[in-house]
């Protein structure tokens, strides 16, 4: 069997999208601004009309940008969304927000990895002393009304006294993250189901160890001997994996360290068509609902602009490329 331990949890996008996500999830994204953000699979929870999801993560940009103009999104507990130089806030996030069309609830970016470590852990709240005397404390985002509903936190988090401190020692009590899924791509995928994430791994292992299902998307899948050669280089085991979809550039127009930098020219495109409604409809039904798989979608990049972007393999980026 070529494919070991991993042949029942390799599927297609659509088969994995299908099976673990549902209307109203909590879903945590991998990734961070533009790198490595799971974008094949947040193009098949578009097509697929999933809606009223309940999307968490630490900070994000275009996977989030895009579920969130597509309607898909209904609830957002974040640190911060944007996308580097072209669009320091996320675009159809910030036009949502401002409309009313979502509920968001902001942390820092230490609180929100607090969370998703403690929900890993099994535990009910994390504590710190991070964001005391700050609007990210006296300031909530989710309305009275949702709040205990679903996966929604009685409360944005609680200050207590230290039991073990002085009179007046003040700590914040974060509550754990548990989503019931998590995206994340990753450079390689082992037949035995060992993932290993090549560079920062920003949230992406705290999400996968909290989440009831994990769905992974990869560039490559190594045989089991290569992949256990240097252990220490593995990110998570086959146990907390629930779907493996080999995708060639799922993480695209982002970045995947060794494999390809972000995509400069599309993430401009993306920008000048997201900031009106009418071109980001166009942008949908062109890149979205138009592409049947990810090798159409790649035919429609283009090999020229593939190239430009492939990362040289030691390191990591691509050499030369214009970044305007």
């Not at 209307?23 to 193009?43: C, E, K, S, W």
């Not at 697929?48 to 996977?63: D, E, F, K, P, Y």
């Not at 996030?93 to 609830?105: D, H, N, P, Q, Y």
């Not at 970045?255 to 993430?267: K, V």
Request: proline letters at 6%.
């Amino acid at each position: 069997m070529p494919y070991d331990n991993l042949q029942s949890k390799l599927m297609t996008a659509q088969e994995a999208v299908e099976k673990f996500i549902k209307n109203g999830d909590q879903l945590a994204l991998g990734g961070f601004t533009v790198n490595r953000n799971p974008m094949l699979i947040a193009r098949e929870i578009i097509k697929q009309r999933i809606q009223n999801l309940h999307v968490v993560c630490h900070s994000h940009g275009q996977a989030l940008d895009l579920l969130i103009g597509a309607g898909c999104v209904s609830h957002l507990e974040i640190a911060y969304g944007g996308m580097g130089r072209f669009a320091p806030t996320c675009i159809r996030f910030r036009k949502a927000v401002s409309a009313g069309l979502i509920k968001t609830e902001d942390y820092s970016n230490y609180q929100m990895s607090l969370r998703f470590l403690g929900g890993a852990m099994g535990l009910p709240y994390m504590v710190t002393k991070s964001g005391l005397e700050t609007d990210i404390v006296r300031m909530d985002g989710f309305p009275k009304e949702d709040r205990g509903k679903g996966k929604i936190p009685i409360k944005k988090l609680e200050i207590a006294q230290n039991p073990f401190g002085k009179e007046n020692d003040k700590v914040v009590l974060l509550p754990a993250l548990n989503p019931d899924v998590s995206i994340i791509h990753a450079q390689y995928v082992g037949t035995d189901g060992t993932v290993r994430i090549k560079g920062l791994t920003f949230a992406d292992l705290e999400q996968a160890n909290s989440a009831s299902k994990v769905i992974v998307t990869c560039e490559e899948i190594l045989p089991r001997s290569e992949i256990r050669r240097d252990p220490d280089q593995n990110s998570l085991p086959p146990f907390l994996i629930d779907a493996v979809v080999k995708a060639p550039m799922a993480a695209h127009p982002t970045a995947c360290q060794y494999f390809y930098d972000y995509d400069p020219a599309h993430l401009r495109l993306y920008c000048d068509m997201a900031y009106d409604d009418n071109k980001f409809e166009r942008y949908l039904k062109e890149w979205v609902y138009d592409i049947p798989d990810q090798m159409a979608y790649l035919e429609k990049v283009g090999v020229s602009q593939l190239l430009k972007i492939k990362a040289d393999p030691t390191l990591g980026y691509a050499v030369g490329l214009d970044r305007k």
